[in-house]
């Protein structure tokens, strides 16, 4: 199984960024994927996750109206649009696969995790 993220990198508060999140479609396909956020010093977090369809998508209220999740199957991938950043959201950045087809904001929801890539915001 794998997961790998790209995208990552140095943008400007209030630009955009996308980043993505290329899966095997044999083991992602039928299961939810999430993003998911860790900033130095803090625990990890939950920032968007879409069911197997794509049709029903969950945001953190951290993040609802800037960032928008979805993803296309027929191209194994998941994506994260990420417009008007903050600062505060400088971390790296995780892509997982779901144990269901249901979203879910709990990391322990997630069997497979991609490596990270890093998004920094400056002011």
């Known amino acids: 199984v794998q997961l790998q993220a790209s995208g990552g990198g140095l943008v400007q508060a209030g630009g955009s960024l996308r980043l993505s999140c290329a899966a095997s479609?044999?083991?992602?396909?039928?299961?939810?994927m999430g993003w998911f956020r860790q900033a130095p010093g803090k625990e990890r977090e939950f920032v968007a996750a879409?069911?197997?369809?794509?049709?029903?998508?969950i945001t953190a209220d951290s993040v609802k109206g800037r960032f928008t999740i979805s993803r296309d199957n027929a191209r194994g991938t998941l994506y994260l649009d990420m417009n008007s950043p903050k600062p505060e959201d400088t971390a790296v950045y995780y892509c997982?696969?779901?144990?269901?087809?249901?979203?879910?904001?709990?990391?322990?929801?997630?069997?497979?995790w991609g490596q990270g890539t890093l998004v920094t915001v400056s002011s």
């Open positions: 997982a696969v779901a144990r269901h087809p249901v979203p879910s904001g709990r990391s322990e929801n997630y069997r497979y």
């Open positions: 879409v069911d197997w369809r794509g049709g029903n998508s």
């Open positions: 479609r044999r083991t992602s396909s039928n299961n939810a």
